[in-house]
């Protein structure tokens, strides 16, 4: 007799069976146990124990539940990163949460369950799922606060959100009309039965998976919700939440729409040079950090995206190879830097904040102001960063697919980036009278981590020779 | 890893030199004396090592890949134990001295922490085993350099000296720099897995030939020749040594007269094989170079009345002879080194005395630099004007100085390749110039000693002047006893450098021609300057002289010309380009900021006009995909 349990089927749910037992026990804690650090502690383990049951994993790209859930090294890859990202706000986000942490925790840890299933999932039904979980966990993270203006923020985050659901689901429908399946390997290489129902649902799917990342047009949303959530949640928003849409949208549009490549192209270059240039542009007159910040994720959304207009337009296979690699390595460095920088505004003790309220802490404490320089360096792909070498193999990878004009256009838009990034170092260092800093350990460990690893990554280049064999599991045959 | 006590030789000053700095600023005193400490153990420890590898021609190698196919270390043998010990002592002697003659400076902290940055600079450039560390510590006492020569930069003299001699140096370093990048490109294209090792050329000199052939050599050679000129101050990249006397005395004696010029001697004398194995153009032009600038640099000197500067055209004029002596490698092979270095570690010890006389000097006359307004001193300092005395002899080369060995070496050594290459006409000028150089060496030796210690005293400073406390004359004592006794070394000198140095000999009436142009220069010097004569002499219609005092309009056509027509013409035109173009770059931010200000607009936290403006977006991209996708 063998139990369910020993099924190779279940095995590859343990992770996630793991953390929901954590989080269903974590819940059961808060009747007792009231101490905030206890929960990040908790949390933090058991998503480290959670990547250790992933790596466990004989990951030679098994497939389950038929097709629907594929284990292969490009999932996991971005299945551990997105772990790391919400490990590291479980780390940071101890400070600001007031009252029933055990809720925040158990639900940063539900959340984790729906982004490691959406990072092996090939179905559309089983990404919907999964990044509904997502949706809805984020939805409540964001409300924690339960002051107004989270509530705010929370709403409007919940009402668009909803809208972006209701696109996903008839999106779906549309596939499902045209191709015959959910499945999106097969339905990337199906006969066609309608392509204007294909073509809707390629809008569709574009509306509600490219709501999550930002994407003009659908960036509304983003910058009143980053603004008026906690500063952990807005930089779990901005990074984790975004680096999981962006590997929903490589799946569901490289390989669910293989055969419509030259719509994707076309897409995705439209929209790219549109977020791009509104991300950067909006961002250059903005006064309050965090919406600054908000417009300037926007614009690394759009440089993100790049990568899908490099691999549906160009048929070089070094293009492709780079392009996933910057893809996967822009992610990874993105959470660090943009993350680390939303965590940098713990340190004003304000609700607004505004850029000119950083003046003074370059002097009260350099380490502090440093980190966020580097980020912010980062951030706008000034060498020796690991941001820089991201956008490098980025706009390599433009070139090497002959989409120049795309390099060139956004070339431009990282030099018109500096502006505001240097407003703020430059800001930092000006001597003020201001005391409302926070500059206990805890807020300066978490950027001086993010500052860190945004230098350290720059290592991680000299693995693009190994990359070939991860590549292929994008689900794309290679 | 071979971390021995010889590192710590270039080591211990640079460890003293931040220390110094900090402990001065508490304590004014320590400065100095940690310094001056650090020296004198990086000297003890050079004594050590000399004592060591004496009996041993096999030289200390050790080194470490840096990067690339570069190699960086340490590599001894006894041409550079020979520049350890003179760089170690004679700076540990300006550093002793220094603590008086700057016992009033504010700053003197910084004073001290940057010449022992410099000693360190220095002793490490001597010991580097690559051409790329030897660069790199290059330019390290070229920055000591500008910094000390700008050390009282609220003179405004000093400030633009210290930038002049920064960047006529630097036109030297670009040509070196080119040459290590040639020698570089060129010996990895065969292969060779560390072409800048010092070691490597001076014993492999045959595969560098066989694998870039002769002809490059000469150009590596040529472009090795301009570093060594513009560091060493040699024609025509001379003209930053006299300015450089804006800076304090000691340092004009450390660094402008003593040591880093003649890093540029060092650098020939370290790739020597180079010249030898070259084409005949190459070590033809460090003999011509050397002989004319010794001749040029003290004509000059004569006609020139600061009593620095005319030691600064004396310096120029004697490192001419230390090039001229290595340009004859290819006559007398690496004997050449011998006779070169031995004028070096000659010239380093009376020149350091001369200048630290001067420090005295000036410092009882207020920094009144003038020789004409000085007279009478050898009765009102008797002390210091005595080593003044000293160092002028030897600085005349009068017998039995250390000079007269060392410099009449190396003109005998020219007239013998006059005599080598079958009396050719062209082989002739070298000796013709040096022997000249020294009629100009007496004329203006004599000129400023006489103008100094006899006669009246001809301002009311000098008239009051008195000798320091004989105490901080000892270092002076000490050099100015050298500068009479180091002749009784010179073949022990020769042979511990190259062993079986060529020792040349010639007929009686070429081998005094040198002392005689001596004696003619004192004549003609006692007739005029030792009594009033020269007051009544008018000079200054006179279009030689006019010539000469205008140092041959050499400097005025790099700072005139040069500077101020072609090079600040193309900057001006440069900035105006680049105003113009930071003036767009500012329309387009401002521009942009319009821009932003309006898309900004559009986040009016109502979610009615979102979702408005999403439908619409969506639209609009469902058109243009109609239009571009090709449905």
Known sequence: ?478 | MVFSYYWFIFLTPLIAAPIAEIVGKRIKNAAGWIASLAIAISLALSIVLWLSLRGTSTPIHNSYRWFGYIDAGIYVDHLTIIMLLMVSFVSLMIHLFANYYMKDDPRKNLYFAETALFTSGMLGLVMSSNLLEFFLFWELVGLCSYLLIGFWFFKPNASSAAKKAFIVTRVGDLLFIIGLAVLYSTLTAKGVTNPLSIPFIVNHISTIVSDIGAQNLTIIGLLFLGGAAGKSAQFPLHVWIPDSMEGPTTVSALIHAATMVTAGVYLIARILPIYANATYVAPDAVLYIGAFTAVFAGTIGIAVNDIKRILAYSTISQIGYMMAALGMVSTFGDSVIGYSMYHVVVHAVFKALLFMVAAVILLTLMELRDVRKMGGLWRRMPWTITLFFIGSITLAAIPPTAAYFSKDTIIDVAYNFYALHGFAFWALWPWVFLVLGALTTALYTFRMFFLVALGKPRSKLAAEAKDPPKVVLIPLMILAFLSLTLGIIQYRFYDFITPHTIVVSLPLLEKYTPLTMVVVGLIITLALYATTKWQRMNLSRNPLYKLVRAKFFLDALYTRVIAERVILGLSSGVSRIESGFSRSVEGTGKGAMGFGSILRKIENGVVEYYFVFLIAGVAILMLLLEIYGGI
């Open chain 1, 1 to 478: 007799m063998t139990f369910v349990l020993y099924s190779p089927l279940l095995k590859t749910l343990y992770p996630e069976i793991f953390l929901g037992l954590v989080a269903f026990g974590m819940l059961m804690m808060g009747r007792r146990v009231h101490n905030r650090s206890v929960y990040s502690v908790l949390s933090i383990v058991s998503m480290f124990i959670a990547m250790m049951l992933l790596l466990a994993f004989d990951y030679g790209s098994t497939s389950f539940f038929g097709g629907a859930f594929v284990v292969n090294k490009f999932g996991l890859y971005f299945a551990i990163i997105l772990l790391i990202s919400s490990a590291y706000i479980a780390f940071s986000a101890g400070t600001r949460i007031e009252h029933d942490p055990e809720i925040f925790f158990a639900i940063l840890l539900f959340v984790d369950i729906a982004m490691i299933i959406a990072s092996f999932s090939l179905n559309l039904i089983f990404i919907f799922i999964a990044f509904e979980g997502i949706s809805i966990g984020t939805y409540i993270l964001s409300a924690h606060g339960k002051t107004r203006r989270n509530l705010e923020a929370s709403a409007k985050y919940f009402f668009t959100g909803v809208i972006a659901t209701g696109f996903i689901v008839m999106g779906s429908s549309f596939y499902y009309l045209s191709t015959g399946t959910f499945d999106l390997i097969s339905g990337g290489t199906a006969t066609i039965a309608s392509k204007p129902a294909l073509l809707l649902a390629l809008i569709f799917l574009f509306v509600g998976f490219g709501f999550k990342l930002a994407l003009v047009p659908l960036q509304q949303w983003a910058v009143d919700a980053y603004d008026g959530t906690d500063n952990a949640v807005s930089a779990f928003l901005s990074s984790g939440t975004k680096v999981l849409a962006f590997l929903v949208l490589l799946r569901v549009f490289l390989v669910g729409f293989a055969g419509l490549s030259n719509d994707v192209f076309y897409l995705f270059t439209i929209v790219s040079i549109i977020t791009m240039t509104y991300g950067n542009f909006a961002a250059l007159s903005e006064t309050n950090f965090k919406r600054m910040l908000a417009y300037s994720s926007i614009a690394q959304a759009g440089y993100l995206i790049l990568v899908l207009t490099v691999v549906s337009g160009s048929s070089s296979q070094l293009a492709f190879t780079l392009a996933i690699f910057a893809a996967m390595y822009y992610s990874l460095v993105y959470i660090f830097m943009k993350g680390g920088s939303f965590l940098a505004s713990n340190a004003v003790n304000k609700d607004k904040i505004e850029i000119d309220d950083f003046s003074g802490i370059g002097l009260k404490s350099p380490l502090f102001a440093i980190s966020l320089a580097i980020m912010l360096f980062a951030l706008a792909g000034i060498p020796p960063t690991a941001g820089f070498f991201a956008k490098y193999y980025l706009f390599l990878a433009l070139i090497s697919g002959h989409l120049w004009y795309l390099a060139v256009i956004g070339i431009l838009n990282s030099a018109i980036s500096v502006f505001y990034y240097l407003k703020v170092v430059v800001v930092m260092f000006r001597p003020s009278e201001h005391e409302h800093f926070n500059l206990s350990k805890k807020v300066v460990i978490p950027v001086l981590i993010g500052a860190i690893l945004s230098i350290a990554l720059s290592f991680l280049i000299f693995g693009y020779p190994n990359i070939s064999g991860i590549v292929s599991g994008l689900g794309i045959g290679v």
